[in-house]
């Protein structure tokens, strides 16, 4: 542990000695030194009642203080700084530079954070050695012990370093130095703190064994950081720190607040719903809790509930009876805090509220690192969608509907991809593909193959050939990512489809009659693994109503077996072909597997083709307007859009509630989106099908406050859904392309 010798200073020995002479078995002078070392701190801390002892001797230059040893409990050995500048206000500065005994009666902790919440008292006095100050011995004790009892606590430390410092001086040569291995040795304690019987403190450890109290309070610590660790976003952030904070020390609910140019932004809560409302809306002037902790630093503790009133001048904290506000310091934010509510008074001990602020310096460091992931993997997912197709046409003989997730757990920028084309031959295109990694080159590689494989369909190749030219695209591109590739080129004339791969995943077919099959079409190679590669393809006949399935492998999860398998036995359970909207389809398709469940560990991409027509019957009619963003006087034009639609196939008795519906949600989509619109209509057997097209991706809600703040701050009021939800048979909202459709069907 520590050791004496002769000659140079601590630190020039510490830099000269090698690993064998650290380890070397000390000399009879070390293990006097280092037996009264340990007598001395644990007397000072189990006998006279020390929150927690140190011994800090003087670096080489003599311009810090480096702790050689401190004693304490597992939690108040933290309480005492490792480095102190010789130079600063801490009483072991002071009694070093005078050589005299120091107190101060309230005596914060030295460190990024403040570690010892609650004032204390802290002595420190001098280790002289032969008339020159070496060190120095220093006590703290919480709560303060009276300014007229420091004189004899002083005594009592001079006694002590008395002793110390004679264990220092051998028989032999003068002038000893004290080396250390450059970490302060830590010597436990048993502690003295007895539990309040009256607190609602959950009695941490056994109050028989010693340390037990300070190890449980440790270990709930390290718990919580094992979870911190695993903490990919700021909703499991808030998550972790109500599993591991505040349901162990008994708390009700907590909110994380961080600091903005308004006051605080809560960023999540678990309970406390007024609370959080009340932190939500502190203003800078008030001087609230929250907002002293985010800024200053300080944390709070209110026992019980007149103190919580008091602190918070008569605003709404709901049925809360204790409260503790802690600031989160320890990161990147500009500020911010963490509350813990509790139901009953609560008085936290000085270990607890230590263990606490510590706790929130974790939480703190995992917002940040939570938020950087987010904005990264939110950056990616923009720059992801950029690259898809920002709509989707519409076709008569098909309808077609697209869905992408991103990866939970990279950055967004993935390199699956789905494009819907119009042929030169009137056939339609459907692609969907997968270029290999979560990278930049990912999405680079994907949108220039995307883009390649567009031209070269929209040149009239045929399929085969098509991907021909894409396999010797990739290659010009010199990478070495891996991409493979599923095209179809469906005959809405004749019902065929004419389907080609590249090592992907073979498209699915749901049937009329709800049968679910693959496409047995050879598998080729993925593209640019052989040059020169002829790709084979497979043409199958394709019924009305039938639908086609095209997806990526990040669809399913690894432990679903035999993903196709997986897919079949979802599809054929969930989808009702007839009848059912395909928005609806794709959603429980979704939702049913990892693509869009927290399973998910790649990116997916889904995109489902109803056949709508027959090779000798009519196909649905199908109607479309654009209305230019901010021309709000063309929602009259829908309305007489609508109808006329309806007009033409004696469906006038419909005109009046779809004008209603079509005018409010593209009014909303105007005012919402700062964006064009799309008006679709389409006629079906059964009923008549609206869509209007924006590209917010904000979702509607029926009415304008919901109980959720965040989504109440994100989403769009005012679209008149409540009248159709009223009028309408069914509606919902979907993906297109880059933004949204909101669809309506109404029965005729």
Known sequence: MLDCSCGGSALDDNRRADSAQRHATPEPEADGWNLALTEVLVELCDGLGAHAASVHLAASDGRDLVSVAIAGTPLTV??????????????????????LPAHLASSPSEGPVRLLPSPCSAVSVPLTVRGRVRGVLTGLWTPPRPEAGLGALQSLLGLLADRLTESCVPSGPPEPEVRTAGFPAIIPTRGSRTRDPSSADPGWGLATVPASRGLSLMYQLHKLSMFLNLATSSE??????????????????????????????????????????????EHPDRGLPGLLAAHGGVPLFLADRPAVLDAYRGEEVGSVQAL?????????????????AFGSPRLLEDDEQATLLMMAQQVSTALDRARLGEAERALGDALQRKLLPRVLPEFPAVTVTARYASGPETSGMGGDWYDVIPLPDGHIGLVVGDVEGHSTD?????????NGLRAYAAEGHAPSDVLARSCALLSELDTDLYTTCCFVSLDGE?????????????????????????????PNVP??????????????AVAPGTILVLYTDGMFARTDGDPVARVRELLARDMLPDGASLHDAADRLMAGTAGGSALRSDDAVLLLARYEGSPTGAVPRIGNMLVHRQDLRSVGRVRRFVRDFLHEDGLERLADDIEVM??????????????????WIR??????????????LRRPVITSVVEDDDVNATSEHGRGLSIVDVLSLRWGTSPSGRGKAVWIDVAK
Do not use: W
């Not at 500065?93 to 005078?98: G, K, Q």
């Not at 065929?496 to 679910?516: C, S």
């Open 494 to 522: 004749f019902g065929t489809a004419e389907v080609v791969l590249a090592g992907h995943p073979a498209p699915l077919l749901v049937h009329p009659d709800g049968r679910v099959s693959a496409v047995e079409a050879p």
């Open 683 to 696: 006629e079906y057997a059964d009923r008549i099908h609206l869509e209007v097209r924006d590209v917010d």
């Open 527 to 540: 593209l640019a693994v052989l040059d020169g590669q002829r790709y084979l393809s497979k043409e199958v």
């Open 324 to 340: 503790a506000v802690l600031p989160l310091t320890g990161g990147r934010t500009a500020g911010g805090c963490l509350m813990l």
């Open 236 to 281: 499991n952030v808030v998550r972790a720190a109500f599993d591991h904070i505040a349901a162990p020390f008994g708390a009700d609910g907590c909110v994380v607040a961080l600091a903005s140019e308004r006051g605080l932004r809560v960023v999540g809560r678990s309970g406390a719903r007024e609370l959080a409302r009340t932190v939500g809306a």
């Open 442 to 450: 990912s999405a680079a590689v994907m949108g220039q193959l995307r």
């Open 78 to 99: 933290f309480s005492l700084p490792e480095r102190t500048s010789a130079d600063g206000s801490h009483t072991a500065a002071i009694a070093y530079r005078t050589g």
């Open 662 to 679: 079509a005018s409010e949600i593209t009014t909303n989509a105007l005012v919402h989106a700062d964006s064009d619109v799309e008006v």
